[in-house]
């Protein structure tokens, strides 16, 4: 599976901005998709997941009731929904693929990864 993730920018703290990763190259809904971050100087740490039917998802407590992962698997694309921005979110977005059964939280349980996209949140 081929992923590519979009729609990062800069935002200021409170608004919200909605990233996109579109797959290709395999059946996209035989995969749990999920959302990594990685900030300035820190570790890559899982935001949410999704199951391969979009019925099922997580979130890590940073993010629980701001971030909301949703799928088209007519269109092959994820989308994370992020509300409340703080500039603690500010990071490197990845999107991923699992095969796994649902959920997966650690990034070696991702079999493909998309480049990322860049939110920066402004105070």
Same mark, same amino acid.
């Given at each position: ?7 990062? &920018? ?9 990233? !996109? #990763?579109?797959? !290709? ?8 998709? &999920? *959302? ?15 199951? *391969? ?24 694309? %994820? ?15 990845? #999107?991923?693929?699992?095969?796994? !059964? ?18 920066? %949140?402004?105070?």
């Amino acid at each position: 599976v081929q992923l590519q993730a979009s729609g990062g &920018g800069l935002v200021q703290a409170g608004g919200s901005l909605r990233l !996109s #990763c579109a797959a !290709s190259g395999r059946t996209f809904n035989d995969y749990g998709m &999920g *959302w990594f971050r990685q900030a300035p100087g820190k570790e890559r740490e899982f935001v949410g997941i999704i199951n *391969w039917r979009g019925t099922s998802t997580a979130y890590t407590g940073s993010v629980k009731g701001r971030f909301f992962i949703s799928r088209d698997n007519a269109k092959n694309t %994820v989308y994370l929904q992020m509300n409340s921005l703080k500039p603690e979110d500010t990071a490197v977005y990845y #999107c991923a693929a699992t095969s796994r !059964s649902f959920p997966r939280y650690q990034n070696t349980e991702y079999n493909f990864w998309g480049r990322g996209t860049l939110v920066t %949140v402004s105070s």
